[in-house]
């Protein structure tokens, strides 16, 4: 029996995720990504680009492709696409799991100042010039406009299109993971004296957080949304196991 598994991908680890379960016997994988990433990584699974359109939408695909197990594994931060799978699967009465890797704490060094959204983050630069080093993205990087007296250095996969309306803007392109050495070099050569980051969680990107810390740079840290509560699991061998015991056999009998 081919039990049919679709990824809702986001996240580093999806890609990860769908070439095991694809190398595992009686699994059909298909990894879907929203398209925001110009050019993303080749994924070695049959892959979907683009919206469901919605909760119904994503719900018919579902019974459509006879799926058997939705795996949310979009980035963090996509808590809409986390929402509307887990209602989809709801309503079509597929099994949901999550992989979900943890977020960073603060240590002992570290300067946080933690912030609940983009918007607020822009408002806790303060008045006074700053040397800001923006390492969200692209996406929401326009919320930065509100505050125009700062001096950014931007770093995303894909351009930042349109540029930012504000006078002094530097754009980076460039795909992690971002080493802690290269990070901190970085950091000096453009004197930057704040950054402002997601909880991404991982080590691919931890290395500005690191950096800041020896540097004694303020980091203003985007906390995570509210995500459903759904089974997950923190990394791609935990999630994978937790599909084997799913699909196991002798668990569906109960033995």
């Known amino acids: 029996m081919t039990h049919r ?3 809702l991908g986001g996240a580093t680890e999806a890609r990860q995720l769908a070439g095991k379960l694809a190398r595992r016997e009686g699994f059909s994988v298909t990894l879907s990504l929203a ?3 110009e050019s993303p990584v080749a994924q070695g699974v049959p892959v979907r680009v683009g919206g469901f359109g919605g909760v119904a939408g994503l719900a018919a695909y579902l019974r459509q492709a006879h799926v058997d197990l ?4 979009t ?16 309503q079509s009465g597929v099994s949901i799991l999550a992989l979900r890797r943890p977020g960073w704490e603060p240590v002992s060094g570290d300067r946080w100042t933690l912030v609940d959204s983009v918007a607020e983050a822009a408002r806790a630069l303060g008045p006074a010039p700053r040397r800001v080093f923006l390492a969200i993205g692209r996406q929401e990087a326009g919320a930065f406009e509100a505050a125009p007296q ?25 795909r992690g993971p971002f080493p802690e050495a290269d990070e901190r070099a970085l950091l000096e050569k453009y004197d930057v004296d704040v950054i402002v980051s997601k909880n991404s ?12 810390r020896a540097l004694g740079i303020e980091v203003v840290m985007v906390r995570r949304p509210f995500l459903p509560d759904v089974p997950l699991a923190e990394t791609v061998d935990a999630l994978a196991a937790m599909v084997d015991h799913l699909f196991d056999p002798v668990a569906e ?3």
């Open 70 to 73: 939705l795996i949310d594994a």
């Open 35 to 37: 398209g925001r990433t």
């Open 150 to 174: 700062h001096r950014y250095l931007i770093r995303s996969v894909d351009p930042v299109e349109p540029k930012l309306a504000v006078p002094d803007a530097r754009y980076l392109l460039a």
């Open 253 to 255: 009998r109960g033995v």
């Open 201 to 212: 969680g991982g080590e691919a990107t931890y290395g500005k957080i690191a950096a800041a």
């Open 75 to 90: 980035h963090p931060y996509a808590a809409r696409i986390s929402a509307n799978a887990a209602d989809a699967a709801r």
């Open 5 to 7: 598994i679709l990824i």
